[in-house]
């Protein structure tokens, strides 16, 4: 009898004991923001209002958001530079399946890491202060710095072009 409620209580301890534990996808979730802190990435939850097609409505979007920022603020960019997974009408085609709210060129390298993470990237924002990565953080630490490559190339933008 002893040794029965012995096992009980063993039982009782470990099940308490695994019912606190964070689930696989939460452990998953704390190891990326763990190395987005070692790359410098600031990780915050937030949420982001996405114009729509026509830019009439914005849709507020829960997410999180990666931010990288600058040391010195630049003055040559504009408030606010959008790049979007989705078509905007006045916004301009940077590749495919993109569009910025401004005109600015980037490398091949970050345009390929554009293409290949449309589908867990919910926008980017560059501002003269850094570069806001949202996204779902569906994906591992090899993501994670292919993404941190993304954000130090839009870092190296300087300045726009203008089209008229």
């Known amino acids: 009898m002893t040794a029965l409620i012995v096992i009980f209580i063993t039982l009782s301890l470990m099940g308490s004991a695994l019912w606190i534990m964070p689930p696989k996808k939460e452990r998953q979730r704390m190891s990326l923001r763990m190395q987005a802190r070692k790359l410098g990435i600031t990780v915050q939850l937030t949420s982001i209002d996405l114009p729509d097609k026509w830019d009439k409505s914005k849709n507020r979007q829960k997410t999180v958001a ?15 530079i959008w790049i979007l997974p989705f078509e905007v009408w006045k916004f301009h085609a940077i590749t495919e399946g993109w569009w910025a709210s401004e005109s600015f060129q980037l490398d091949e390298k970050a345009l390929n890491i554009l293409k290949k993470y449309a589908s867990i990237l919910s926008a980017i924002k560059i501002t003269a202060d850094g570069v806001f990565c949202y996204w779902d953080e569906s994906g591992d630490e090899a993501i994670l710095n292919e993404l941190f490559e993304l954000i130090t190339a839009l870092e190296k933008i300087r300045s726009v072009t203008h089209q008229k």
């Open 66 to 80: 990666y931010s990288h920022y600058r040391l010195k603020p630049l003055a040559t960019l504009p408030e606010t």
